[in-house]
Every structure is written in structure tokens, then in C-alpha cells.
């Protein structure tokens, strides 16, 4: 027979027991929370290169019940911890702080041949699983590629990275096989596109085969180097100043002066075969405009009207040397100023027809920020006005040209720059004993500041 007191005690023994059991798994399961979430989440850094987004969708798309992790979010995480897509640690730290597996990055170079490559890197510590790659002649197919592409590279990728707490997995590709779900089309297209191992650098086909492919030039470097332009515009307002002065001079004749006047410019270059590549992408059209806006001179106490326009036609050659470019030209172009001076007065308007080869460097400066620099040599094939017969019929002029400009991205296919640019004419005028003007020389000298936005077709 039992004491008093000690079936209860039994009782609130077997209660307290079974409370603690159902803490336990409510412990459990609170603990457990955050790493079934993190099994599933995936991060893509932003994808980079020509058609970037697209790419990356497709790909996300490909990765099938996997969580992706809203891109603002990684935006703004990245933001806060200053994540940087080269650095390993703080891409793991990205991935961690949004409690995801893995992250996904991608690039796709536009460099005959189009190019996509897209790596997946385990959370943990940023290290490489593994690379899919995919190639085409032009963006079109290539994307049509990646969008009919049911094999599940990607995915295999993903799969064999673990969250944070869980063991280890070898590193390498995940091997199709014949039990594996991907069909027979699958299996041969990841055959002919590889997937590079991220331990050894090796890439092998996904058939489970050893077949080890050449390594391809790495497309970090060259993801941020956009296509080459099919066409640019650009359109802006300017300013000019002209400065003309007589040497030697006998006759005493007045020179020129135009402070500043306002102006506006525009430039177009198009590359017809640059989507097509080859040598022949490299070989293009180029124009270029710009006239004075409402620009008067004063004389005799009133306000005379005055013009300046010039224009040029030519070709360019372009060499691409990395993320710059060197352009070779060669121009046909006008040249005029004219000023609505009295009869009786020697106006100082001249006509310019010349010849105008040229070299420009175009650097990428990094962040968004670009470098121009050009110069160019002005044949002067006639200079009507000012050597008119009654003026100086034997003049000879030549002429020097350069420019500096500094732009910045405001989008990958917009930028706004700001520049100068001097234009000089030089002459020997050759007088004769008779003449009525006489003059050893002269020079005369354009400055003008310019701003344009440019707009690119790629």
C-alpha cells in the first residue's frame, strides 16, 4: 500500500517529464528553423555584362524548388557590409547574413564569341564549387541556349553546398548519371558544355566521364568591358571662343577677338558590322556638327551677327586594347566663321575645307568614370575669305587639333561627359612686292568647352 502523497507526485513526475519532452521539441524546432531556411536560400550577386538580367533570370529559373533571396535584400546587406564580388570572405559573410547556401555569380562577355559563365560559391566561406559555362556566336542564340537548356548544372552546383553547421561535402561536379533525371538531351548537352571543377580547376563533362577541357581566358576582367558599339549619339550644348591675330604685320590690319558665345554640338559614329565581329566590326562611319546659337560681335556700337559652323565626315577604324580603345580617323570637313561686318571694313570671316587624320584614346578609368583623349592634324585644302584674290591668294595654313574629355555612366549604355578641345590654324600668308595687304602671317585659334550625353546601341 502506497504512502500518501505518492501517486501524485508520480503523476506530476510523468506531467513535468512530458512538459519537458515538448520543450525539448519546440526548442528543437525553433533551432531547426533558420537552417531548413537556409538549405533552400540562394544569392545572386548581380550578374554583369551585356544582357546581364536576362541571363540571370534564366538562370534562377533553372534552379527550380531553391529559394532565391529577393535582390533588393542583397542589395541592401551588400550595401551595409560592404560585400565585394571579388573577395571570397565577404561574400561568404553576404550569404550568411541572408541565411542562404550559396551564392551564384555570373558573367557575360560579348567577345567573339558570346560568352556566359556562372559560379557558384558555398556560403560558408566564399570558396568555388564549380563553373557552368555556355558559348554562342551571337547574344540571340546564346540566350535562346540558356533558355532551352534543361540539364540541371546549376542546380547540381548548388546542391553540393550545405549551410552553415553541416559537414562538408567534397568539392568537385556533381556526375549525371543514367538514374539521374536529367534525359538523355541533358546529359549530351552537358557534354559539350562544360562545368569546371572547384577544386582542381579541371572541367569535366557532366556524364561522369574524365575528359579534362582546355582552360578558358577568365572573364572577370573582361565582364565589365561592354560589347563593342553598333552606334553612339551624342548631343550637347558648347562654347567657342576665337581668337585671330596677324605677324609681320605691315599693313596694319585689324585682328579679331570673340570672348564666348554659346553653341551647340553633336557627334554620331556607327560600326555596321560590330555585332557580326571580325576585323571588318572594327571599321565604321563618323560625323560630327556644331554651330553658334545667337553669338553676336560688337562694332561700330551696335551688335553684328556672327556665325561659326563647322562639320566633318569620315571613317574610323577601332582597336580594341582591353577595357580601352584606340580609334584611328580620317575626316573631310568644313570649317566656317563669318561676321556680318561693314563693306568698307576687312572682316575676318574665312571658310576652311581640309583633310583631318586622327588618333583618340578612350580609357576606362574605373567606378563608372572614363578618360578621352584626341588629337588630330588639319590639312587645309583651301581657306576662302582670307585668301580671297584681293587678299592673300598664296596663303598656305595648316592646323593642329586636340580634345580631353572625362565621363562618367550614369547607365551601362548612357554617359555624360564633360571636355575642351583647341582648334589652331597656322599661316604664311607669301606676299609680294605689290600687293595691296601685306602680312608675314597669322594665326588663328578656336577654344570651345563642351558637355554631352552619349547614348550607345551595342
Given amino acids: 500500500m502506497s504512502r500518501p502523497g505518492t501517486r501524485h507526485r508520480r503523476a506530476r513526475g510523468v506531467g513535468a517529464g512530458l512538459g519537458l519532452s515538448v520543450a525539448v521539441a519546440l526548442l528543437g524546432t525553433l533551432v531547426s528553423t533558420p ?14 555584362g551585356d544582357g546581364a538580367e536576362q541571363v540571370q533570370a534564366l538562370v534562377a529559373r533553372q534552379l527550380g524548388s531553391f529559394t532565391i533571396v529577393p535582390p533588393q535584400a542583397v542589395r541592401k546587406t551588400a550595401a551595409r557590409i560592404g560585400a565585394r564580388p571579388g573577395s571570397a570572405r565577404s561574400l561568404a559573410a553576404l550569404a550568411q547574413r541572408l541565411s542562404a547556401r ?47 537548356d534543361t540539364s540541371p548544372r546549376v542546380r547540381y552546383l548548388v546542391d553540393q553546398t550545405q549551410p552553415r553547421g553541416h559537414r562538408a561535402s567534397s568539392r568537385g561536379v556533381h556526375h549525371a548519371r543514367s538514374s539521374d533525371q536529367a534525359p538523355l538531351r541533358a546529359r549530351k548537352r552537358l557534354r559539350r558544355d562544360d562545368i569546371r571543377s572547384g577544386d582542381d580547376g579541371q572541367k569535366r563533362d557532366g556524364t561522369g566521364g574524365d575528359d579534362v577541357f582546355p582552360e578558358l581566358e577568365d572573364a572577370e576582367g573582361r565582364a565589365d568591358q561592354p560589347s563593342a558599339p553598333l552606334l553612339s549619339l551624342a548631343v550637347g550644348p558648347r562654347s567657342i571662343s576665337r581668337n585671330f591675330t596677324l605677324t609681320d604685320n605691315l599693313s596694319r590690319m585689324p585682328g579679331y577677338r570673340l570672348p564666348m558665345a554659346g553653341a551647340v554640338g553633336g557627334e554620331a559614329m556607327l560600326f555596321p558590322g560590330a555585332r557580326a565581329g571580325g576585323f571588318f566590326g572594327h571599321l565604321g562611319l563618323s560625323g560630327r556638327w556644331e554651330s553658334s546659337v545667337g553669338a553676336t560681335t560688337q562694332a561700330d556700337n551696335s551688335a553684328r551677327a556672327t556665325k561659326n559652323e563647322a562639320y566633318l565626315l569620315g571613317g574610323r577604324g577601332r582597336i580594341p586594347l582591353g577595357a580601352h580603345t584606340l580609334l584611328l580617323g580620317f575626316d573631310y570637313g568644313r570649317h566656317r566663321f563669318e561676321l556680318d561686318a561693314p563693306k568698307d571694313r576687312l572682316s575676318p570671316n574665312v571658310d576652311y575645307a581640309l583633310l583631318r587624320p586622327s588618333l583618340t584614346g578612350q580609357m576606362a578609368l574605373g567606378a563608372g568614370f572614363s578618360l578621352t583623349l584626341g588629337a588630330a592634324y588639319l590639312h587645309v585644302l583651301e581657306a576662302k575669305g582670307l585668301g580671297d584674290e584681293e587678299r592673300f591668294p598664296r596663303l598656305q595654313a595648316r592646323g593642329v587639333e586636340a580634345d580631353l574629355r572625362v565621363g562618367y555612366a550614369v547607365h551601362r549604355d548612357l554617359e555624360l561627359s564633360v571636355g575642351m578641345d583647341v582648334r589652331h590654324y597656322g599661316h604664311v600668308l607669301n606676299p609680294r612686292p605689290g600687293d595691296r595687304l601685306v602680312a608675314g602671317g597669322a594665326s ?4 570651345g568647352g563642351m558637355a554631352l550625353l552619349t547614348y550607345v546601341v551595342r
Avoid at 533552400?40 to 554583369?48: A, L, M
Fill in 35 to 48: 537552417a531548413a531556411a537556409a538549405s533552400d536560400r540562394v544569392v545572386f550577386w548581380p550578374f554583369r
Fill in 102 to 148: 550559396a551564392i551564384v555569380q555570373g558573367v557575360v562577355v560579348g567577345r567573339e564569341p558570346w560568352e556566359v559563365q556562372v559560379t557558384v560559391r558555398d556560403a560558408r566561406d566564399g570558396s568555388r564549387i564549380g563553373t557552368v559555362v555556355w558559348a554562342g556566336e551571337k547574344r540571340a542564340s546564346l540566350i535562346e541556349e540558356i533558355a532551352t
Fill in 444 to 447: 588663328d585659334q578656336f577654344l
